[in-house]
């Protein structure tokens, strides 16, 4: 059974700070990995979308890459604003189109 | 990219009713989803929605609890059953092709009493 393992749970820096979040599965045998931002009482916003023939996407200030063979992904985010806090989800396609979410990590950026 | 709204954004519900939440996409799709988020909690597939076809059920979901419609490629409605406070959660729909991204839904935060 597929587990997806999100480290830190919350993460506090100051505004400007370049930091990364760590999302880390069990088994290597996935599709895609999709990395998604959630607001409080609000939705999924789909952030990156990573094939699992790819090692990285990028999106303006976020970067994304992708270790298959070590169950590893890590979302960067340069030049952290106070408009980046939210909840940060990472999610891999196990097979039948369905996702398997970790835990999240909540992110706050101080002014 | 596709656009998904549903309804209710919110509801507070009493013990033991029912509460039919809905699913509209602003294009055909083949596959949508419906996800419980319990507080605190990441998100827990409940079923796929597949239209002509019965919905496709996850191991602790039945459909007695949650029956899902699927009358057209652009609709789908999820109804949470005899609800208890334990259901209190967003649920959320969502829609992809195959291994593409997956976009979803504002939700629908549901407050049992």
């Known amino acids: 059974k597929q587990e997806v393992t999100q480290i830190p749970a919350a993460l506090s820096v100051p505004e400007g700070e370049n930091l990364v979040l760590n999302c880390s599965f069990t088994?290597?045998?996935?599709?895609?990995l999709q990395w998604f931002r959630q607001d409080p009482g609000k939705g999924l916003t789909s952030l990156l979308l990573?094939?699992?023939?790819?090692r990285e996407q990028t999106s303006g200030r976020l970067n994304a890459s992708l270790d298959k063979s070590s169950g590893r992904s890590t979302l960067y985010i340069a030049a952290s604003q106070p408009g980046d806090s939210a909840t940060y989800l990472c999610?891999?396609?196990?097979?039948?189109?369905?996702?398997?979410f970790g835990q999240g990590t909540r992110l706050t950026i101080n002014p | 990219s596709a656009v998904i709204s549903q309804k209710p954004s919110r509801d507070i519900c009493q013990r033991g009713t029912s509460l039919t939440i809905q699913c509209q996409v602003d294009s055909q799709v083949t596959m949508m989803f419906w996800y419980r988020q319990q507080p605190g909690q990441s998100l827990t597939l409940i079923a796929t929605?597949?239209?002509?076809?019965?919905?496709?059920?996850e191991s602790g979901f039945v459909i007695d609890k949650f029956p899902i419609s699927r009358p057209n490629l652009t609709f789908s409605t999820l109804t949470v059953s005899n609800m208890s406070p334990e259901d209190s959660s967003i649920y959320l729909c969502s829609v992809g092709a195959s291994t593409d991204t997956q976009y979803f839904g504002p939700g629908t935060r549901l407050t049992v009493l």
């Open positions: 088994d290597s045998a996935i599709y895609n």
């Open positions: 990573i094939q699992s023939s790819q």
């Open positions: 999610a891999v396609f196990q097979g039948a189109q369905k996702l398997v």
């Open positions: 929605a597949n239209q002509g076809s019965e919905a496709t059920y």
